[in-house]
T-cell receptor, first 114, second 115 residues
Framework: AQTVTQSQPEMSVQEAETVTLSCTYDTSESDYYLFWYKQPPSRQMILVIRQEAYKQQNATENRFSVNFQKAAKSFSLKISDSQLGDAAMYFCAYARSNDYKLSFGAGTTVTVRA | DTGVSQDPRHKITKRGQNVTFRCDPISEHNRLYWYRQTLGQGPEFLTYFQNEAQLEKSRLLSDRFSAERPKGSFSTLEIQRTEQGDSAMYLC?????????????FGQGTRLTVV
């Protein structure tokens, strides 16, 4: 079974600053996908960014970028120019390329200080 | 279409009662998933449908749980003889195709409290 580990239960960042969330995963597969999801207090999960394991280039989406280290099985999320609306729980998730199930980490709560 | 819809948003029930939740996926999505999320944890996979076929059930889904997706549209998740340990947020998600390039959209969830 695949496991996803987020070692930071909480992170705090000043508005306009940068914060990096850590994620490691365990898998024996060579082809898979990694995701970061955001869950605001309203509880609806929203996809932030996605990375295909076969791609060496790190994914970016506006202020969100990842550092994907396949050999180290590490997948960190960087939020640049943090905004108050970024405050939420962030989940790292994994799925095999031929699969459909998401395996989630325990999450990191991000608070943004004005 | 406003996205994945779940009903009810909140449910309080007495231990031993049966409860049923409904999920309406995005209309053109043929894949539908149920997850369970306890407080402070990430969601855990429960079961998955491709159209009307239930293709996989997690070991988390005991015999007291049953899910259906008649006609490949909405889905229901029923819990019989509820226990306090069933208290959680039940999330539904849907996606359009086999490809993981297709995003899975989540509903707002049904929060179950068993007293």
């Amino acid at each position: 079974a695949q496991t996803v580990t987020q070692s930071q239960p909480e992170m705090s960042v000043q508005e306009a600053e940068t914060v990096t969330l850590s994620c490691t995963y365990d898998t024996s597969e060579s082809d898979y996908y990694l995701f970061w999801y955001k869950q605001p207090p309203s509880r609806q999960m929203i996809l932030v960014i996605r990375q295909e394991a076969y791609k060496q280039q790190n994914a970016t989406e506006n202020r969100f970028s990842v550092n994907f280290q396949k050999a180290a099985k590490s997948f960190s999320l960087k939020i640049s120019d943090s905004q108050l609306g970024d405050a939420a729980m962030y989940f790292c998730a994994y799925a095999r390329s031929n699969d459909y199930k998401l395996s989630f980490g325990a999450g990191t709560t991000v608070t943004v200080r004005a | 279409d406003t996205g994945v819809s779940q009903d009810p948003r909140h449910k309080i029930t007495k231990r031993g009662q049966n409860v049923t939740f409904r999920c309406d996926p995005i209309s053109e999505h043929n894949r539908l998933y149920w997850y369970r999320q306890t407080l402070g944890q990430g969601p855990e996979f429960l079961t998955y449908f491709q159209n009307e076929a239930q293709l996989e059930k997690s070991r988390l889904l005991s015999d007291r749980f049953s899910a259906e997706r008649p006609k490949g549209s909405f889905s229901t998740l029923e819990i019989q003889r509820t226990e306090q340990g069933d208290s959680a947020m039940y999330l539904c998600a849907s996606s359009k195709s086999r490809s993981m390039n297709t995003e899975a959209f989540f509903g707002q969830g049904t929060r179950l409290t068993v007293v």
